[in-house]
């Protein structure tokens, strides 16, 4: 691949990102592409961010979940439990914790998904709707909002964990990941430029962060990865990163996956939240 300094983004490269745009793909798509094709990351954002205009970026809302680290604590109260501060990281915004789930917790949660697992799905932005996606080799099970008693614990422990109210946060997805399952790296949030989002906003508008816990310890691999800084969390079971993006832009080096689980199962349980109260 050429060097950074030797990709030139030149008239023609502006157009052709100016044609899959028009033609319905999503920033992140079109991204995607172009690292394909051996364009460096930093230049191909930047020539999508000459295509799309950063003079009017969507404004980010007044407040966004987190925890309370002024002073920077070891350790902060959330509800019921105290939780450790693992690492921390400014951008993009990531809090490794330990101990926000005992191991009872784990294993009673993974025990309940077992019953309803089914191959996870992606949400299909072009319509809204969600669908079976190669990218992602896991299983999956949801439990709504308060479903059950160690659901709403958890909830309460999260609300008060990252300061945002517990409506506004989706239902608790928890997936299994076995040998060689992974999910490719993506964005959480919703791509507002894609024709199926305005379906997935009309419930509690845009997602603002996400909290992965983790609900057992593989013996290799599964780390949750951030391609753009370097950054691997190893999954051990108890403790969680979380994650936040102020807008729905790739800017916030937010792009995420999981990596291939070698020895094991990996079993995590995502919490996504809303900027308002999802119903």
């Keep these: 691949m050429p060097a950074m300094g030797a990709q ?73 439990r105290e939780v450790q501060i693992l690492g921390a990281m400014t951008n993009p915004r ?13 294993g009673e949660l993974a025990a309940l998904a077992r019953e309803r697992l ?25 439990f709504e909002r308060g479903e059950n008693p160690l659901v709403a614990r958890i909830e309460a422990r999260i609300a008060a964990l990252l300061h945002w109210p517990v409506e506004n946060g989706e239902g608790i997805q928890v997936l299994r990941y076995q040998p060689g399952a992974e999910y490719k790296p993506h964005y959480d949030y919703f791509d507002p430029a894609a024709p199926g989002a305005a379906a997935m906003l009309q419930r509690g508008g845009q997602r603002v962060a996400s909290l992965v816990m983790y609900l057992s310890t593989p013996q290799r691999g599964g780390a ?53 109260r999802f119903d």
């Design 8 to 80: 030139i983004i030149t008239v023609e490269l502006r157009r052709w990102i100016a044609e899959q745009r028009r033609a319905g793909l999503s920033d992140e798509a079109v991204l995607d592409a172009m690292i394909a094709s051996g364009w460096h990351r930093d230049v191909a954002r930047g020539a999508l961010e000459e295509v799309r205009g950063k003079a009017a970026p969507r404004a980010a809302p007044r407040e966004m979940p987190q925890p309370a680290l002024a002073g920077a604590p070891n350790s902060i109260r959330a509800d019921d």
């Design 94 to 106: 990531v809090v490794v914790f330990g101990s926000l789930l005992d191991a009872a917790e784990c």
């Design 118 to 142: 089914v191959r996870a799905e992606t949400v299909e932005m072009d319509t809204g709707s969600s669908e079976v996606n190669p990218a992602r080799t896991s299983e999956g099970a949801f």
């Design 224 to 276: 949750t990865i951030f391609p753009d800084v370097g950054l691997e969390v190893m999954p051990v079971r108890g403790n969680a990163v979380f994650f936040a993006y102020e807008t729905a832009h790739p800017d916030t080096a937010t792009l995420h996956g999981s990596a291939p689980v070698r020895e094991g199962e990996k079993w995590v349980a995502t919490k996504w939240l809303r900027e308002g």
